[in-house]
């Protein structure tokens, strides 16, 4: 069955930075575009940003772009948000999605605080 396992969140100070990863499991990593959400306290879902399966197209949010990087390494089935400049305002739940077959597939999220 298809997984997701995020880690990389916690607590860091404005400015900051943090690496997130998502690892996937039972489905081919390679053929999948995969995307990080976030989701604040009282807000909607928002995508963060999105990279096809060979890795040579991305795209990121607006409220993001210059200071994350999307990246994937197929070989170890990862994909991974770095996250640099951090605002307070990146304070959210991040989960990675991917789409298998019709399906929305889900990670459980972890948790990035930005805060002094």
């Known amino acids: 069955q298809v997984q997701l396992v995020e880690s990389g969140g916690g607590l860091v100070q404005p400015g900051g930075s943090l690496r997130l990863s998502c690892a996937g499991s039972?489905?081919?990593?390679?053929?999948?575009?995969m995307d990080w959400y976030r989701q604040a306290p009282g807000k909607e879902r928002e995508l963060v940003a999105s990279?096809?399966?060979?890795?040579?197209?991305?795209s990121h949010a607006d409220s993001v772009k210059g200071r994350f990087t999307i990246s994937r390494d197929n070989a170890k089935n990862t994909v991974y948000l770095q996250m640099n400049s951090l605002k307070p305002e990146d304070t959210a739940v991040y989960y990675c999605?991917?789409?298998?077959?019709?399906?929305?597939?889900w990670g459980q999220g972890t948790q990035v605080t930005v805060s002094s």
């Open positions: 999605k991917v789409d298998v077959a019709t399906r929305h597939y």
């Open positions: 039972g489905f081919t990593f390679s053929r999948y575009t």
């Open positions: 990279i096809s399966g060979s890795g040579s197209s991305t």
